[in-house]
């Protein structure tokens, strides 16, 4: 959904609030596509700051269908994002080389799909646990340690000690 800011941008001392629904359904990135279990409108709050700029302040709570990255059991990770950004009016843009990324602007309208998209990529989580003492999955038969115990021998030996291994079993053998 787009949403004009040229009243903003073009009027000093503008202040303009609103509540925009997001469309958002699935969130695919490299981690994967994840679904949108439950969503909240994206609240806005966009104020002009001096001629051609606006600070643009906006919230939303989003739930999505997630799994533990140890043991992938199904986890809802909610995200309560709240952001703030500065946006300009497209002249100033192509003049000024320091201004942030804008790719969620597109002339005088706001895409609220690709900044809040932007929002999520910066705010997920870098691991997803179902609990924080989660034991994962049986490296050797594949069962949920958190479940039950299977009993695997799951002894790693450190590569670095097996030369001195070697000669252990060298001596055993008669």
Known sequence: MLVNLSDVLTSE????SMEVPLEMTCF??????????EKSSVAF?????EADK???QGAIKITFQ???DRCLTEVPTILDLQFER?????EITAEDEEVDDLSFMEGYQLNVETLVYNEIIGN??????????CKGLCPVCGQ???KTDCGCDTFVPDPRMAVIQDIFNASKEV
Request: aromatic residues 10%.
């Open 86 to 90: 500065i946006v300009t009016s497209p």
């Open 54 to 56: 606006a600070k643009v």
């Open 28 to 37: 695919k990135s490299g981690m994967g596509s994840f679904s949108v279990l």
């Open 144 to 146: 949920d340690r958190n």
């Open 124 to 133: 997920w989580p870098a691991k997803i646990l179902c609990k924080d003492d």
């Open 66 to 68: 997630t799994y533990c």
């Open 45 to 49: 709050t966009f104020t002009n700051i």
């Open 13 to 16: 001392g503008r202040q303009m």
